[in-house]
């Protein structure tokens, strides 16, 4: 079958880059992109359209029009942004996915990719190597709503057939699109600023280990997910997908390895480190690995030179 797809949320850090390849894969004309605002550069042979995934009649009238056989859901508030929002938060990360699920069914559009995050544990949750299935309670609003997001994920799938699949995502890292309003985003800002500035003071404690993953990997992870036979996956809630874990003095170190002068301080009191405090520090992937051969490519010592030779070449 041809495939035609539509993202919503597009023009966010996994958008731009999932956008981009997915054109290669299928083709400009089969891969349209959709957010609130208009991207800030769109190539003549890119087909975007203006959406609200709140707004359900122009939703299903967009869908109508371009009959896609696929949907990507990227549109959502993060974490940091969400403590600040809960109710923006949870209405546009709930409503946006019930949206999206129920006009899936009415519109017979089966396959359907939805991210989810590691913002899904929480303080009992174990912080190393954390399993697929385990303790469960987040504390941030966006971790509320992507665990509730998972379950309806799963009870779509069970009770309505939907092809749905989700990928608990760590934080990424790309020097591509910068990230918006999340815990995670540290470990981007700290590459443009050792490069800008030569010194970055960063929002989470020397200490904070979290788990990462470099964009280039998060993106085939994602296109393999979705290529994967229905029949080999036992997760449809959403996939544990682990990459690197650091904390942010040992990126700090890695860097200098490279930029000898770079120098990290630490800001005390962010919002954000008790939100990181609440998350794993590194997460067990073994799901993903059986089903669907997922193996990460970039440990933290590549991505850092990659990070920094793109960076200094491309921006
Ligand atoms: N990167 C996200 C955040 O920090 C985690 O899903 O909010």
Redesign the pocket.
């Known amino acids: 079958m041809k495939e035609r797809i539509i993202m919503i949320g597009a023009n966010g850090q996994i958008g731009s880059e999932l956008a981009a390849a997915l054109r290669q894969k299928f083709g400009s004309e089969n891969v349209i992109t959709s957010d609130i605002r208009t991207p800030q550069t769109l190539k003549d042979d890119e087909i975007f359209e203006i959406i609200n995934v709140l707004d359900k009649q122009a939703l299903k009238a967009l869908l109508e029009k371009h009959k896609p056989t696929q949907i990507y859901l990227l549109a959502a508030m993060?974490?940091?942004t969400?403590e600040q929002y809960p109710q923006k938060a949870w209405d546009l990360n709930m409503n946006g996915l019930l949206n999206v699920l129920d006009l899936a069914i009415e519109l017979g559009i089966k396959k359907i990719f939805w991210?989810?995050?590691?913002?899904v544990f929480g303080p009992h949750s174990p912080k190393q190597q954390t399993d697929q299935y385990c303790i469960m309670d987040p504390n941030?609003i966006?971790g509320i709503s992507?665990l509730a997001g998972e379950r309806l994920c799963e009870y779509y799938h069970a009770k309505y057939g939907l092809d749905i699949r989700s990928i608990?995502?760590?934080?990424?890292i790309s020097w591509k699109t910068a990230?918006g309003?999340?815990?995670?985003?540290y470990a981007v800002h700290i590459f443009f600023e050792a490069l800008k500035h030569g010194k970055y003071s960063s929002f989470l404690s020397a200490e904070t280990e979290l788990p990462m993953m470099y964009m280039p990997d998060a993106v085939r992870g994602t296109i393999e997910l979705m290529e994967a036979p229905a029949e080999k996956l036992t997760i449809r809630s959403s996939y544990n997908l682990a990459g690197i874990s650091f904390t942010p003095a040992q990126i700090a170190e890695e860097i200098k390895k490279i930029l000898p002068n770079f120098e990290l301080s630490y800001v005390e009191n962010d919002p954000?480190q008790a939100?990181a405090d609440s998350?794993p520090a590194s997460i067990d992937d073994s799901y993903a690995r059986n089903d669907w051969g997922w193996k990460p490519s970039f440990d933290l010592e590549a991505m850092t030179k990659d990070m920094i030779e793109n960076l200094k070449t491309n921006v």
């Open positions: 993060l974490s940091a969400g991210p989810s995050s590691i913002a941030s966006y992507k608990r995502y760590p934080g990424i990230p309003g999340g815990t995670t985003d954000r939100i998350w």
